[in-house]
Nanobody, 116 residues
Framework: QVQFVESGGGLVQPGGSLRLSCATS????????MGWYRQGPGKQRELVAS???????NYADSAKGRFTIYRDNAKNTVYLEMNNLKPEDTDVYYC??????????WGQGTQVTVSS
């Protein structure tokens, strides 16, 4: 069973920054593109950013210019650097494979709250 362990969330003021981390098993990590997703209460989970095995990133429009996704293959970890955070970025953030493979479990996520 694949496991994802997200960390790095917290409370930050508008305009602030956070760096999220997600660790997973080596074999799964190396073989797949990875994505960061987010979900708020009553909302569907949405893709924020993805990165291929070849380190090519892609971003949702809401993340372009503010977020950076990158991965460290030696540490089996994918990161999401978030700058200029806005209140509408408040959500629980998850990492997983990209695209999602049906039946793959989700981690507990990490809460990001942007508020003054």
């Amino acid at each position: 069973q694949v496991q994802f362990v997200e960390s790095g969330g917290g409370l930050v003021q508008p305009g602030g920054s956070l760096r999220l981390s997600c660790a997973t098993s080596g074999r799964i990590f190396i073989m797949n593109a990875m994505g960061w997703y987010r979900q708020g209460p009553g909302k569907q989970r949405e893709l924020v950013a993805s990165i291929t095995r070849g380190l090519n990133p892609n971003y949702a429009d809401s993340a372009k210019g503010r977020f950076t996704i990158y991965r460290d293959n030696a540490k089996n970890t994918v990161y999401l650097e978030m700058n200029n955070l806005k209140p509408e970025d408040t959500d629980v953030y998850y990492c997983n494979l990209f695209p999602i493979i049906r039946g793959t479990s989700w981690g507990q996520g990490t809460q990001v709250t942007v508020s003054s």
